[in-house]
């Protein structure tokens, strides 16, 4: 039997992933030595860089890990924003209060001052973990 350029055409792929026996290898490099054309072919798909992460079918399993992980950012993302919100009002009530009652403690804007500060950084945390699981 004659070995056709088809039969190393379909040979390639397995021969390119190294997934071939000793024999099916020789018998593809002999083949190409004699044919330049597909040669160079074969060199240029063996150069060629495949990407890493090849998306995987989705299951029921998959897709409820990624509900529930979609699910606990949406719940960070609302309470962080509104804690943010309330700690931010309170400071410029409090801050801008000290105007009209200057008996209110300086430690008191100061401290809903950090305390919004460190809920917007929570909240800006949970946006670039949304945005890089999109």
């Known amino acids: 039997m004659e070995i056709t350029r088809n039969v190393i055409l379909d040979l390639i792929p ?38 890493e992460d090849i998306p995987m079918p989705i299951n029921k399993e998959s897709e409820m890990k990624t509900f529930q992980k979609v699910r606990l950012l949406t ?3 609302h309470i962080f924003l ?6 931010s009002i309170l400071w410029v009530i409090f801050a801008f209060g000290k105007a009209v009652e200057p008996e209110i403690p300086m430690a008191i804007p100061v401290i809903f001052f950090f305390t919004a500060a460190f809920f917007w950084t929570g909240f800006l945390n949970v946006i670039y973990q949304i945005n890089k699981q999109a």
Not at 24 to 49: F, G, S
């Open 82 to 87: 509104g804690l943010s919100l309330v700690f």
């Open 75 to 77: 719940l960070q993302h």
């Open 14 to 51: 397995l021969y390119l992933a190294g997934e071939v026996t000793d024999d099916t290898r020789q018998l593809v490099e002999h083949y190409l030595h004699h044919d330049p054309k597909l040669a160079k072919l074969v060199e240029l798909a063996a150069n060629e860089k495949l990407p």
